[in-house]
C-alpha cells in the first residue's frame, strides 16, 4: 500500500496543481513564521495573520483531497 508521503512524491512528479499548493502552502508558512517572531502585532497585521492561516489550511486540505483521490484511483498493490 502506497503512503500518503510516496503519494505525494508521485503527485509532485505528475501534477501542476499539487506542485503549486505545495510552492503557495510553502511560502504562506515562511510569512506566517515572519510575522510569528514580532512581539506585538498591529490590527491589520492581526488580520493578515488570520488570512494567511486560513489560506494555508485551504492549501493543505487540497493537497490532502489530491491524495485521498490519487489513493482511490490507484490499483491496488
Known amino acids: 500500500m502506497l503512503t ?10 505528475s501534477n501542476q496543481e499539487f506542485r503549486e499548493l505545495e510552492e503557495t502552502h510553502h511560502r504562506l508558512d515562511v510569512e506566517l513564521t515572519d510575522l510569528q517572531r ?5 490590527p491589520q497585521e492581526e488580520a ?3 488570512h494567511i492561516q ?7 486540505d487540497r ?3 489530491l491524495v485521498r483521490q490519487y489513493r ?6
Do not use: G, N, W
Not at 4 to 13: K, P
Not at 54 to 60: M, S
Not at 72 to 77: E, F
Open 4 to 13: 500518503d508521503e510516496r503519494i505525494s512524491q508521485l503527485l509532485r512528479q
Open 48 to 50: 493578515t495573520k488570520k
Open 54 to 60: 486560513k489560506e494555508k489550511l485551504a492549501k493543505k
Open 38 to 42: 514580532r512581539h506585538v502585532l498591529t
Open 63 to 65: 493537497m490532502a483531497e
Open 72 to 77: 482511490a484511483s490507484a490499483p491496488s498493490a
